[in-house]
């Protein structure tokens, strides 16, 4: 797949501008979705590629009008922010590049300056049809890095060779939480020549280490302002910061909501949450997008039968999901199989001590400890086999599904540990070889075989 | 007997007499991964501190029952032999964050618990801001601590003053010892290098001194093992403990002649010091010491590291030495390709199995890259 310079960004906006007109349509675009789900929801073919993927970001004609008006909120912020990054390549202000795990307020409570995330690449780059993060992935293999290094970076550092992301001003790093993360952000610190600062996260969610973490959050501040000659706006962080404790207060009851039988089957909904405020942390669209979910949450816990009928099983996701293609939604539909807790969008979050700068920094240092992906893979697996046990008690699962991510070394060392914990607790474990985001290791064809065959085996179908 | 043979002998078995003397005579031997573990704290808690390595390994047939295929094979043989029992003389194990495999096999050492006496997971900071300097020092206060109660034997500033000053007395012997291999007939082979190395890291640190000592002794009498090679080679890498492997590389007339990797010159840049407050000067010292992918912030001073070297040791040449799914390496490996390159420095790049075999194969990329090296001048 050729891609023209900023391709995928344009396309992203062009999807979130249509949605975010779409979606305003309220019960219409839910009927909308509906008459195409023949067209989009079965397979990616020629004629359905570049749209399928928007479709599914959008519950592939399963959300209802209320998730899709929660959604609305999440496309106008994914516009501003990408938006804002093409701006900044045409020079309108400075744009700094994120590593993922970076709080990103330590760059938008500037005025003036664009941040971004190149790892958003692995959310969006199949904007252009799943061959999207194929053509990344090529670019870098051409270049002759190793492909041992995790897809997901390989994806954004593709992007980058590819010019689908703008030159930075500055890079923000950060140490965790995996080695590929670190090596890809030290290549593309090179290849970019940017200047760039390291933030060392903490290992454990103790507060030493979490005070040790924000005085780096707060070096990168200090980093920002000299680098690139500009103030830093404490004002604007702290109101950003008071937006983000009002939304995980409403993640952490989404999430629990799932726990009720029948669940509130808002997994999928609590994963797309999960990656906009990894680049819209302190967005008020966010906040609303939250609000909205849990009235459909709150709505759905008060009327049990309309969910039983759907949920037949419930799955625990004990690893990343399926990125370059949504499994979720064609579970529920196939199989009346439920994903109720994963490691993405379990959204669990202490709250924020608001009273000073420091206690917020290290609200915000916390609360990125606390994001999926961050607070199972930094540290010891206690984190990662306490998480799984708190689902496994909470969610009441049937099931356990783990993808086995190619790239993912330190979860592939963890096979023996979350076998013996399933097998502990009575729970059929799937294990499959896939990537999740290099279909050419396993197809989206092959993924729904061994899906389908695991629950066949165990009974959820027949 | 010349004591490089001794050296021999001690790096090819996992566990020594030397060691065994220690034990009887009450010393804890406590094992430690990675040269970003301060093993001067280990032994001012009392300790022999042992680098652990998988020589003598058979196999990963009961490692890969924990590990992936798609984890290395050094943590994959280190866990066979621990589930083996062949590492039983250990009575405890300071884990760290090395690298992901590392960090992973803690967690699976504890969850098989062999008979190994405690774990530890030394978490040391991926990069040296004045943030990340304090961070290292809180785990070391958090380390020496631990030791203290497991080992009843207070880490006090006296001690550890002490134990830095034998470390860095071992430092400079080395260097003493690798700054010889300048000249134009080294008297030490990268092999017998390698072997001292992992002699040194596995017998109590004042035993160390006097092999290291007797070392140098041979060394300066003008002894000269294969006289003047018809290539100079830099290795930089990160794991590599196979003799095997150095021999291959050495063969057909080349010499490694200095390095970059963890048992290597990692183990022995820079001294810790006498100055100010010891657990300061640790951190210090650890985190400013040539350092390895997995610090974020030194890509510059790494390159600046090997291309330095390269002048100073005369080195025709730079191989590149990787395990395969190291991804840090990968990356590593990649920069500086480019970086040796642009200073009209021929590199080759090998990725391989721990222990691994293939010696056809890379017998071959070797002797073609020999050749080129030699068709070109």
């Not at chain 2, 001690?159 to 300048?182: F, G, P, Q, V």
């Not at chain 2, 000249?183 to 596995?202: D, K, Q, S």
């Not at chain 2, 191989?319 to 990968?330: G, H, P, R, T």
């Not at chain 2, 590199?347 to 890379?362: D, F, I, K, P, S």
């Amino acid at each position: 797949m050729e891609l023209k310079p900023y391709e995928i960004i344009e396309s992203v906006i062009a999807g979130a501008k249509l949605g975010t007109q779409v979606l305003d349509k309220g019960p219409a675009a839910w009927a909308m979705l509906k008459a195409v789900q023949p067209f989009l929801f079965h397979g990616e073919h020629r004629l359905n590629r570049a749209a399928r993927f928007g479709y599914q970001k959008v519950g592939s004609g399963r959300w209802t009008p209320g998730e899709l008006a929660a959604y609305r909120h999440d496309c106008i912020a994914t516009l501003a922010f990408f938006q804002r990054v093409l701006d900044a390549r045409d020079g309108r202000e400075p744009l700094v590049w994120l590593g993922w795990p970076v709080p990103v307020e330590v760059a938008s409570g500037f005025d003036d300056v664009a941040p971004f995330v190149p790892e958003a690449f692995m959310a969006i780059a199949n904007m252009v049809g799943t061959d999207g993060h194929v053509a990344c992935l090529e670019a870098v293999e051409r270049e002759g890095i190793a492909d041992d290094i995790c897809a997901m970076d390989r994806v954004s550092l593709g992007a980058y060779l590819l010019k689908q992301i703008p030159d930075p001003a500055a890079i923000i790093s950060v140490a965790h939480p995996c080695d590929a993360g670190r090596t890809a952000s030290q290549l593309m610190e090179y290849i970019s020549g940017a200047p760039a600062y390291t933030i060392n996260t903490a290992y454990t969610k103790e507060d030493d280490d979490v005070m040790a973490y924000s005085k780096n959050l707060f070096e990168a501040i200090a980093f920002l302002e000299d680098t690139l000659h500009r103030k830093y706006n404490w004002e604007k962080f702290r109101r950003g910061v008071r937006v983000l404790d009002e939304q995980n207060r409403l993640l952490d009851e989404i999430t629990i909501m799932n726990q009720a039988i029948p669940s509130a089957g808002l997994a999928l909904n609590l994963q797309t949450a999960w990656g906009s405020k990894i680049t819209g942390s302190g967005n008020p669209e966010l906040l609303e997008s939250a609000r909205i979910t849990h009235k459909v949450g709150q709505f759905r816990l008060r009327h049990p039968r309309l969910r039983r009928r759907v949920e037949k099983f419930r799955i625990i996701v004990a690893d990343m999901p399926i990125v370059f293609s949504e499994m979720y939604m064609w579970i529920e539909r196939t199989f009346g199989g439920v994903v109720v807790g994963d490691y993405i969008g379990d959204a669990i979050f202490p709250p924020i001590d608001m009273t000073s700068l420091e206690t917020m920094m290290m609200g915000v240092a916390r609360d990125r400890l606390y994001m999926g992906m961050i607070k199972q893979a930094h540290g010891a697996a206690r984190e990662t086999v306490d998480d799984l046990e708190r689902q496994i008690a909470h969610f009441s699962p049937d099931c356990v599904i783990q993808n086995g991510h190619q790239g993912c070394k330190h979860n592939r060392a963890l096979g023996r540990i979350v076998r013996d914990v399933c097998r502990r607790h009575g729970l059929p474990l799937l294990v499959m070889e896939a990537d999740i985001f290099d279909k050419r290791v396993m197809s989206e064809a092959e993924v729904k075989r061994q899906l389908t065959a695991f629950f066949v085996e165990n009974g959820f179908a027949s | 007997m010349s004591v490089f043979s001794e050296l021999r002998r001690l790096a090819e078995v996992p566990r020594n007499e030397r060691l065994a003397a220690a034990a009887r005579a009450g010393r804890p031997v406590i094992g430690h991964f990675c040269s970003y573990v301060p093993e001067e704290l280990l032994h001012a808690a009392g300790a022999v501190p042992y680098r652990m390595r998988a020589v003598g390994s058979c196999g990963t047939a009961l490692g890969d029952t924990y590990f992936s295929s798609a984890n290395c094979s050094f943590v994959r043989r280190v866990m066979d032999q621990g589930l083996r029992g062949e590492l039983d003389f250990l009575d405890g194990i300071v884990f760290m964050n090395g690298c992901d495999h590392n960090r992973r096999l803690y967690d699976n050492w504890r969850h098989a618990a062999p008979d190994t006496g405690f774990s530890y997971l030394l978490f040391v900071p991926h990069a040296g801001s004045p943030a990340c300097l304090a961070q290292l020092r809180l785990e070391l206060v958090k380390l020496a601590g631990f030791l203290g109660e497991r080992l009843g034997v207070e880490v006090t500033d006296d001690r550890l003053r002490a134990s830095i000053e034998l470390y860095d007395r071992r430092r400079r012997l080395l260097r003493e010892l690798a700054e010889l291999r300048r000249a134009p007939a080294p008297p030490v082979t990268g092999t017998e290098f390698l072997a001292l190395m992992l002699a040194v890291t596995a017998v109590p640190p004042e035993d160390a001194v006097d092999l290291i000592e007797r070392a140098l002794g041979e060394a300066r009498a003008g002894r000269a093992p294969v006289g003047t090679p018809r290539l100079r080679i830099f290795v930089t890498g990160s794991c590599l403990e196979e003799l095997s492997h150095l021999e291959l590389v050495e063969s057909h007339g080349a010499l490694v002649v200095a390095d970059a990797i963890c048992l290597g010159a990692r183990t022995f840049d820079r001294d810790v010091g006498a100055d100010g407050d010891p657990l300061d000067a640790l951190a210090r010292r650890y985190l400013g010491r040539v350092s390895c992918p997995r610090m974020m912030d030194d890509v510059k001073g790494r390159m600046a590291y090997t291309l330095e070297a390269v002048r100073a040791y005369a080195a025709d040449a730079v191989i590149l030495e990787k395990l395969e799914f190291c991804s840090m390496m990968s990356g590593e490996n990649y920069i500086a390709t480019h970086e040796l390159a642009k200073a009209g420095i021929p590199a080759l790049a090998l990725t391989r199995e721990l222990y691994g075999g293939e010696v056809g194969q890379l017998k071959t990329r070797l002797q073609a890259f020999y050749e080129k090296l030699g068709n070109r001048s």
